[in-house]
Nanobody, 116 residues
Framework: QVQLVESGGGLVQAGGSLRLSCAAS????????MGWYRQAPGKQRELVAS???????NYADSVRGRFTISRDSAKNTVSLQMDSLKPEDTAAYYCNVRNYAGENSWGQGTQVTVSS
């Protein structure tokens, strides 16, 4: 099992930037994909960005070009740099890792609020 601890998030004005970080511990050798999801009130949780063990990245259309995901496999961390933030980016953001067996682990979530 993998444990995840998130940091970052907070309140920012539209057009501003925030950086989220997530540190994994436990069975980190089994980690394949690391990523970030978000969930706004009344909406389903959605993928924001992910990065594989080979550094292949995937972004939601709504954040492509504004957000950048990065990974330090040696330190078992994943970060999400969020630029040009919009009010519609407001949500709880969750760190996620998936192992080679397809099992998911989740962080506790961190709130991002973008004011207009």
């Amino acid at each position: 099992q993998v444990q995840l601890v998130e940091s970052g998030g907070g309140l920012v004005q539209a057009g501003g930037s925030l950086r989220l970080s997530c540190a994994a511990s436990g069975r980190t050798s089994t980690i394949n994909i690391m990523g970030w999801y978000r969930q706004a009130p009344g909406k389903q949780r959605e993928l924001v960005a992910s990065i594989s063990s080979r550094a292949w990245t995937n972004y939601a259309d709504s954040v492509r070009g504004r957000f950048t995901i990065s990974r330090d496999s040696a330190k078992n961390t994943v970060s999400l740099q969020m630029d040009s933030l919009k009010p519609e980016d407001t949500a709880a953001y969750y760190c996620n890792v998936r192992n080679y067996a397809g099992e998911n682990s989740w962080g506790q979530g961190t709130q991002v609020t973008v004011s207009s």
